[in-house]
């Protein structure tokens, strides 16, 4: 394997990441102070350059393919790094404090752990071979376990890591069958390579469908999509609620661009299959995750079965991109709302924890709807910001939200497809049940009587970084032709070439 100029350009960011990670745990041994404030501000510096990186190439425009093609650096993975990357720095804005609290911070662990599954993240959305993507899964899920556990003196934690080991290893060996059985079926692990020999048509059928049943699978247990959700509102509830954060918010790009790399790129002309398998999947979400929601009364696992939901209508983007060989222009359209989707509900979700952090700073775990009773009374900018997460996440305009849910929608319309028709109509109705468990929480703040008077306190860093994502689900909302121009010009750069 050739190793030249265009592969280290490749792979900047991601040696910055591991080089600054490995700094960051010895530098971390001479910090005594409790919160490890040196430690802290060394990771976000480090977390805002690689992120200034991934934008700067990012808007360069340009696709590079590096290390014998294993690695390619295009707009659309520079920006999900991005992106990601932008939502682990806010992360720890709200999750120190908490994790302080509670002796999670006697070491630098978290920092660590933390910068190394960001850089999991970065190899499954940089991967053009089968392989590399799923050396990144391991990393992130393997750092993931870990920082579950984090809190050992915690039942729950411990639990919740162990249930997320054992059926994260379950979903890893689906998805290393399924590459082993493409990979014995085309003869290659490179993503170009095996989309060739799946056109050419000179591979058998039956072997590449059942290689992909088990890819889906694993896909399916990352985005957290029935039937392989078992593990979220278990690890949602169980895990800290910081750690709860970090498994739920950037990740979620990471799994976005692992299935566009893995279907879109790899295994586009076996569309007709996966789409099905999707289509199945995103039901079956949009049903249970919905309706399970509405009987939960923590909060925490009612946002774990939202997620669920929210994931379903990710997925519909995805089905909706290739109809009876459509145009690049229809294609662009389909992945980029679901693309902007991701993006804006990791958004949301980051507001909508950030709140229950910074409640969870009084000495009790703020986990239960009843825990939000009065909080207009006491703090009306954080009830706001939690009011602002819960409609978006509902759909109501004028929020992000909305618009991301019109946008997945209006892709399935234009398709003119009775079927894609009959499946927008079905997630606007599962949208109208999901709304009560989000007003419900709404209601609870401003209508219920509180259950204490303190007054909430925060740090600046965090009532500044809070105040901002909340203004900025907002202005996605009013003003979202912006970052949804970024995704279909990212699609579009990356389906074309």
Known sequence: MM???????????????????????????????????????????????????????????????????????????????????????????????????????????LFTLTLFSLLGMFVMISGNNFLVIYLGLELLTLSSYALVALRRDHVAATEAAIKYFVLGAMASGFLLYGMSMLYGATGSLDITSVFKAIVSGHVDHQVLIFGLVFIV????????????????????????????????????????????????????????????????????????????????TNVK?????????????????????????????????????????????????????????????????????SDLAGLNQRSPLYAGIMAVSMFSLAGIPPLAGFYAKLSVLQALMVSGDPVYLYLAIFAVMMSLIGAFYYLRVVKVMYFDDPITATHVVAGADVRVVLCLNGLLIVALGLMPGGLMALCAQSIRQMLGT
């Open 217 to 296: 699978c694993g896909l399916a247990f990352k985005l957290g999509v029935v039937p392989f959700h078992m593990w979220i509102p278990d690890v949602y509830q169980g895990a800290p609620t910081a750690i709860t954060l970090m498994i739920g918010g950037a990740p979620k790009l990471a799994a976005f661009g692992m299935t566009m790399r893995l279907l879109v790129e790899g295994m586009l002309p076996l569309a007709i299959d996966w789409q099905q398998m999707l289509m199945v999947l995103s039901i079956g979400s949009l049903l249970l995750g919905n309706l399970a929601a509405i009987m939960q």
């Open 3 to 109: 190793i030249d100029n265009i592969s280290w350009i490749t792979a900047y960011p991601e040696m910055l990441l591991f080089g600054m990670a490995c700094v960051i745990a010895l530098f971390d041994l001479g910090v005594k102070t409790p919160l490890r404030g040196a430690t802290y501000t060394l990771t976000l510096l480090t977390l805002a350059v690689v992120a200034f990186l991934e934008a700067m190439y990012a808007s360069g425009g340009a696709t590079y393919y590096g290390f014998g093609n294993m690695v390619v650096s295009d707009a659309m993975g520079n920006w999900l790094k991005c992106f990601a990357a932008v939502a682990t720095m806010i992360t720890l804005v709200y999750g120190r404090p908490y994790a302080g609290d509670r002796g999670m911070l006697r070491g630098g662990e």
């Open 301 to 369: 696992r009612m946002l774990a079965y939202s997620t669920i939901s929210q994931m379903g209508f990710v997925l519909l983007g995805l089905i909706a991109g290739v109809i009876n060989g459509s145009s690049l222009d229809f294609s662009t359209n389909a992945y980029s709302s679901s693309m902007f989707y991701v993006i804006t509900y990791v958004l949301t979700t980051l507001a909508s924890f950030g709140v229950l952090l910074l409640l969870s700073r009084e000495g009790f775990e703020s986990e239960e709807i």
